[in-house]
């Protein structure tokens, strides 16, 4: 902060987002804005660098050469646990919400582009897959990973392409192409089971995510990992891990993408479409702080 | 001179639990924090330090004067004058434990002692770290390098003052 570094520490919560505070200067800034809210530097915003939540499994592919934060030993046994965020569904949400179908606690994936937001419910894209939609006039794809978990929103408008594009998904690989439609019928009734008020009225109720099943929908696939570290004890048999392929064709071309968001095959290949920010949060949060941001839902008008 | 000091040693430590309560009590987590009592409460932790002290002296000062030896009591008074003196006992005793507590709690910072943050921030090889390829992690990439922050970690302090890249970072979740 103007030629300064601070150093952050836990300092308390407001309205369900975390208070830090600089040894420096002693202001007060709030976690999801990067806003100093109190204190000498009041008003000053913290530069937001690029980030995502992804799976580690994802993430040691993408980046083999990366570094990994060291756990610290003697807080080990206080690190939350798997699935802890489910045991926060149960609390109240205490900021104001606006009428619709999303709970409080439900998880979001949250777009915000010119001035423009855009929040995809984390159970839909799951559903989905593959969602395209347009923010302000930017036409974007969300896309659901290879491990089920991670989500990448894109701009479907790739530096040298002509126009936007459109996407769709291939579930399996194409030399699986004889059991595609089994698994995915199977694939399907597994993510719509735990999302059946969805699937009943899918044009009214975008999601309430069934708190584990959004945050790690299972896949139906076998537990084995295809990432570098293969034969590592990583995953359990009932919560199954996979990096099988994944394959996204455009419309106009047939080039195959990969989550990177790049065309490896076809005429587009070498292309990259941009991956725009987005952050994966409790849908009240996102609300108190992006108040006009509408909310993604299957069959509304944009 | 010790009825006013009696009253100021009760008004110095009801603001004692005023100073140092406030803020506990208005930033909890699972409660919304309405504007004006964050902004008191933010206010109060940055000035409680000194605030607590100051009336922790008055209490100190306040609590000799009424304690001091009684003069010589009528004697067909003696019963009503132990029972006062046991009044201004009891009083001065919870007003200096009340001061005492208040001002440890406005010097100390709490959140540090339920949540300890990581002081040798370090990073190993992907190798050396033994997550389930299924947990989440917070990726951060810039000049070059790519971190990885587990989540379930981050979950616990929430921030980590790190460098990456050649850039001081902070990486919050």
Redesign the interface.
């Known amino acids: 902060m103007d030629g300064r570094v601070l150093h952050f520490y836990l300092a308390g919560i407001n309205d369900e987002n975390f208070l830090m505070r600089d040894r420096e200067t002693g202001s007060w800034w709030q976690q999801v804005s990067g806003r100093a809210i109190a204190g000498p530097l009041r008003g000053a915003r913290l530069r937001l660098l690029s980030s995502e939540e992804i799976s580690f499994g994802l993430w040691r592919r993408e980046y083999p050469w990366g570094t990994v934060l060291a756990p610290v030993a003697a807080d080990r046994k206080n690190y939350v646990r798997a699935g802890w965020v489910k045991r926060y569904h149960k609390y109240a949400v205490v900021v104001p919400l606006p009428h619709g179908p999303l709970k409080g606690r439900s998880l979001v994936v949250g777009v915000t582009l010119a001035g423009h937001s855009v929040a995809y419910p984390l159970a839909q894209v799951a559903k989905q897959g593959v969602i395209e939609d347009t923010l302000g006039d930017t036409p974007i794809l969300v896309a659901l990973g290879p491990d089920q978990r991670t989500v990448r929103v894109f701009a479907r408008r790739a530096p040298g392409l002509p126009a936007e594009d459109s996407f769709f998904k291939e579930v399996a690989a194409p030399a699986a192409d004889a059991g595609t439609k089994g698994r995915a019928a199977s694939e399907a009734k597994r993510v719509r089971k735990p999302l059946a008020a969805v699937a009943a009225r899918p044009a009214v109720r975008p999601a309430h995510p069934a708190p584990n099943t959004a945050a790690s929908p299972r896949t139906g696939g076998k537990a084995a990992s295809t990432a570098p570290g293969k034969g590592r004890k990583t995953a359990k048999a009932s919560k199954p891990f996979t990096l099988g392929p994944w394959k996204l064709l455009d419309a106009a071309t047939g080039s195959q993408w990969d989550f990177r968001g790049c065309a490896i095959q076809g005429k587009e290949q070498g292309r990259c479409l941009p991956i725009l920010p987005s952050l994966t949060e409790d849908w009240f949060d996102w609300h108190h702080y992006h108040p006009q941001s509408r909310v993604w839902s299957v069959g509304l008008p944009r | 001179m010790r009825r006013f000091s009696f009253w100021m040693l009760i008004v110095a430590a009801v603001a004692e639990v005023l100073i140092a309560g406030i803020?506990v009590w208005v930033?909890?987590?699972?409660?919304?924090?309405p504007p004006r009592a964050?902004?008191l409460?933010?206010?109060l932790r940055?000035a409680g330090g000194g605030a607590t002290l100051l009336a922790l002296a008055v209490i100190v000062v306040c609590a000799a004067v009424v304690l001091w030896p009684p003069r010589e009591s009528r004697s067909g008074a003696a019963e009503g004058a132990r029972r006062r003196r046991w009044a201004r006992v009891t009083v001065a005793v919870a007003a200096l434990v009340a001061g005492g507590v208040a001002t440890g709690i406005a010097h100390v910072?709490y959140?540090?002692w339920m949540?300890?943050?990581?002081h040798?921030?370090?990073?190993?090889?992907?190798?050396?770290?033994?997550?389930?390829?299924?947990?989440?992690?917070?990726?951060?990439?810039?000049g070059g390098?790519?971190?990885?922050?587990?989540?379930?970690?981050?979950?616990?302090?929430?921030?980590?003052?790190?460098r990456l890249g050649g850039a001081?970072?902070?990486?919050?979740y």
């Open positions: 803020p930033i909890r987590p699972f409660v919304a924090q964050l902004a409460a933010m206010a940055d910072d959140f540090q949540f300890h943050p990581d040798d921030v370090r990073a190993i090889p992907i190798a050396q770290a033994h997550w389930p390829a299924r947990a989440m992690v917070l990726d951060v990439h810039l390098q790519a971190r990885a922050y587990p989540i379930r970690e981050m979950g616990y302090y929430h921030v980590v003052n790190d001081p970072i902070a990486a919050t």
